[in-house]
């Protein structure tokens, strides 16, 4: 097959190599260069791996188990004659193939204690996303507690709801003299106290960025440590809450330090720097309180939860893109008191807002609750607690890209002196 245009990063073998030789007579032009010596190792790693898994495949299953072994001593042997000191002497797969799954401890009774297992193979890299072929997020963090040796992890939120179920697990963990650390925020006051109160009451050192101003962190990552080697993290978009661990439309990577080892080494990493900073301190139930009474306040609180819409609201939804299509960029919603029709402008906002090269709004309505609300409304679906400025009351906007005004300061100050192309998406609340 020859080579397209395009990224590579690939070694070079004699088959690569004659596909490489084709190029010129295409008007391809190769970009090589040498391997750094410390990727060697790695890079070798990758290629041998790659020859064995496709020489065994090529064996009838029944034959593989005697080829595994006879491939284990050829590889050896011709290692040690490279280097003789560089593998342990004893090496060679044991016949037949076998691995070792678990070190359980003795009950008195000499019955093993059964360590509880995570579905998902501890030296796998998988996609989760709490598909019905898939264990959910949240069962399977639940699985891979046991078997921790620490726990690291760092939420932007946490809820009750999302950590009751894992509660005796992290109990048992702890008391067992396992560290569990946790670093959280207040922002949009999402985070519960009651669920920090039993994290700290069950043993966990438990870190709080008590800035409710900022979102100055997002992730939603965990960290089992595992001094066996086989490590594993879950990064992607679950917080703790029971929809983002079990039911939620959730997209996480869970990854095991066997396949990721450059994975693992980059949380741990990042853990210690945010643990050390001072920006997140240590939990106190009375500051955090106060931190959330000034959230609950504040126009800029966002809900953890994404704003979609309903069934009916889709169809206008639809309708205003299909007019627009059309050539119609001028449309009037007409719908009932309830309907949530400062949703819908809000999510056709939200999509104009990706589709048009800019996307300065001007949001019109009579009353300065409206304004506030309507707002507010804008910052939830668009994710973005300082969305907007009011033009009403005496307040005046300073950047004028997304202003929510009233009829009242437009008139007094004269509408057309206003700059036609000022607004890309001119919105008017109670057209009337």
């Known amino acids: 097959m020859d080579l397209n245009r395009g990224l590579y990063d690939q070694l070079i073998d004699e088959v690569l190599h004659e596909r490489i030789d084709r190029l010129v007579s295409r008007r391809l032009q190769p970009e090589t260069g040498l391997v750094d010596p410390a990727e060697i190792p790695e890079r070798m790693g ?42 342990e002497q004893n ?45 959910s997020v949240g069962k399977e963090i639940e699985a891979e507690i046991d078997s921790a040796d620490r726990i690291d992890l760092v939420l932007a939120f946490i809820r009750w ?22 670093i959280t925020t207040t922002y949009t006051g999402s985070t519960e106290l009651r669920a920090l109160e039993a994290l700290a009451e069950l043993g966990a050192e438990v870190k709080v960025s008590y800035d409710t101003t900022v979102t100055r962190l997002h992730a939603k990552a965990w960290l089992f440590q595992r001094n066996s080697g086989f490590s594993t993290v879950y990064i992607g978009s679950s917080n703790l809450t029971f929809s983002a661990q079990v039911t939620g439309l959730e997209w996480n990577v869970r990854g095991a330090q066997r396949l990721n080892p450059d994975l693992v080494s980059a949380f741990e990493r990042t853990f210690a720097t945010y643990w050390a900073d001072p920006h997140f301190e240590p939990f106190d139930p009375a500051r955090f309180q106060r931190a959330t009474a000034v959230a609950s306040t504040d126009d800029a609180v966002l809900t953890p939860f994404e704003i979609d819409p309903y069934p009916f609201q889709r169809q206008m939804l639809e309708r205003l893109r299909v007019e627009r299509q059309k050539g119609h960029p001028h449309n009037l919603i007409a719908a009932a008191t309830g309907t949530g029709k400062t949703v819908i402008a809000g999510l056709d906002y939200r999509q104009l807002r990706a589709e048009l090269d800019r996307s300065r709004l001007l949001f019109v309505a009579h009353r300065t609750e409206i304004l506030e609300q309507s707002r507010n409304t804008f910052r939830h679906i668009l994710r973005d607690g300082a969305f907007g400025e009011l033009w009403v009351g005496g307040q005046r906007p300073t950047h004028w890209e997304h202003v929510f005004a009233s009829i009242q300061s437009i008139s007094a100050s004269d509408a057309a002196a206003i700059d036609p192309e000022q607004f890309d998406v001119v919105i008017v609340d109670e057209f009337h």
């Open 91 to 135: 090496n060679e797969l044991m016949s037949p193939v076998t691995r070792l799954s678990a070190v359980e401890s003795l009950a008195p009774t000499d019955e093993p204690i059964k360590i509880q297992r995570p579905l998902t193979p501890l030296r796998d890299t998988v996609l989760m996303t709490n598909s019905r072929d898939q264990p």
């Open 161 to 182: 709801t999302g950590i009751r179920q894992l509660i005796p697990n992290l109990r048992r963990h702890v008391e067992a003299g396992r560290p569990l650390r946790i």
């Open 46 to 87: 990758e290629a041998v791996g790659q020859w064995v898994q496709e020489t065994l495949r090529s064996i009838r299953p029944e034959d593989r188990d005697e080829a595994a072994s006879r491939i284990s001593r050829a590889l050896l042997d011709t290692l040690r004659v490279l280097h003789p000191d560089a593998l």
